[in-house]
Structure formats: C-alpha cells, structure tokens
C-alpha cells in the first residue's frame, strides 16, 4: 500500500508476556519514528531511526523496551514482560526527509496493545 | 524546554458555526516548526499545516485557516462553517531546528461537529 502499515493492529497480552510491534513506513523513507499514545493523550515520543541507524531512543520508558530497523526499512518495537502501564496505542511515522521531526509526517494507524 | 499547551480538551458546537482551536507553544530556539495534526476515529494523524517560525502570514485552505502569533507564542487552528466529518482530535505540535529527532504534542482538543 502507499501508506504506513502498523500490525497487528489489536494485541491483547497476559502480564509478564513479550510482544513485538511491527511497522511498514511508506517505501524510500528515511526517518521513522515510533510514538506512544495512552488514552485521552497525545503521541509522546519513544525513539527516531534514519535509515538502519537508532540516533534517539531517550522515550523509551525502560529497557524492557527495544527498537530495531535493521534494513533500514521495516521496523520492529519490542516489549519484554510487559506490565499493565504498558497499555497504550503505539503510533508508528515516516518522513522522507533526514530532519524528520521538522517535516511532514506520515503515521501508521497504530497497535493498540492492552495488557491484562 | 519545549512545551506545547492546548487548553480546550474538548469542544462541541453545531454544524455550520465557526470554532476556534488554541495552542500556545514554548520553545527556547529561534528557528523552529509548528503543525497541525488531524486523528479521525480510525486513529491515523493526518498532516494538515507546519509553519516555521520565520513566516508569520496567516494561512487559509479552504474551510481551515490558521492564525500564528509570536507574540503571544500561539498557533490557532479555525475551522469555519463546521461539517460533521470535522468530527476528531486535533494536535498541535512543534520541533526546533537542530532537533530534528522528534515532535513534541499538545494533549489535543477533541471536536464534536453536532448534526
């Protein structure tokens, strides 16, 4: 598709379980961001990829938290042993451009992950 | 520090009124970029304006229009004759030149166009 694909697009998980988020941006994009959106909020950032490289991952809320882009394109947000305040949507963005906070952006519709 | 405050966390008026979205930003930089951002029920943000911090000229586009002020640090977000599928929460966020790295967002407003 020509836009952000973020799946799965619902993740229920147990306490305690790991889940992996995945996010498609749109083909040649270079920035990527990840977001986190709890209820009634707005997107607070987690961490910024250009290309393959991770320049920022200081939103991250704790080291059970952990990014990768390995290729440079697909992108996946992993959370080990997830806890309760872990619940929340997690946006996914794209941009072409290397300054990608200062350009357009282009998001995903999210994974709303809710952890019981 | 960058901030980005949108004081009306929710807003309703009937179709066809004009409304007006506030956001009041601080930033210490000079150079900066502020934005508009649309999330429909489906969830996805939807671009819809970045300014920089060096064009103060209002702009319009279509029924939206956008009033910014650096004298009293605001970027207002108006709507007029409202439609239904206005219906959504509305960010406004800002980045500073050089911080390239991210986008920081206001709470939202959340508006509901009433039939």
């Known amino acids: 598709g020509a836009g952000v694909s973020q799946s799965p697009r619902y993740k229920v998980a147990k306490r305690g379980q790991d889940v992996a988020l995945r996010c498609d941006p749109i083909?040649?994009?270079?920035?990527l961001f990840w977001y986190q959106q709890a209820l009634g909020q707005g997107p607070e950032f987690l961490t910024y990829f250009q290309n393959e490289a991770q320049l920022d991952k200081s939103g991250l809320p704790s080291d059970r938290f952990f990014a990768e882009r390995p290729e440079g394109s697909v992108s996946t947000l992993k959370i080990q042993r997830t806890q309760q305040e872990d619940s929340a949507v997690y946006l996914c963005a794209s941009s072409q451009s290397r300054t990608g906070g200062n350009e357009k952006l282009f998001f995903g519709s999210g994974t709303q992950l809710s952890v019981l | 520090a960058q901030k980005v405050t949108q004081a009306q966390t929710e807003i309703s008026v009937v179709e066809k009124e004009d409304v007006t979205l506030d956001c009041v930003y601080e930033t210490r930089d000079t150079t900066y970029y502020l934005f508009w951002y649309k999330q429909p029920p489906s969830g996805e943000l939807v671009f819809l304006i970045r300014r920089n911090s060096f064009d103060e000229q209002n702009e319009i586009s279509g029924r939206y229009s956008w009033n910014f002020q650096k004298s009293t640090s605001s970027f207002n977000f108006t709507i007029t004759a409202s439609q239904v599928v206005d219906s959504a929460v509305y960010f406004c966020a800002l980045s500073e030149e050089g911080r390239d790295d991210k986008i920081i967002f206001g709470k939202g407003t959340r508006l509901h166009i009433l039939p």
């Open positions: 083909s040649g994009h270079v920035s």
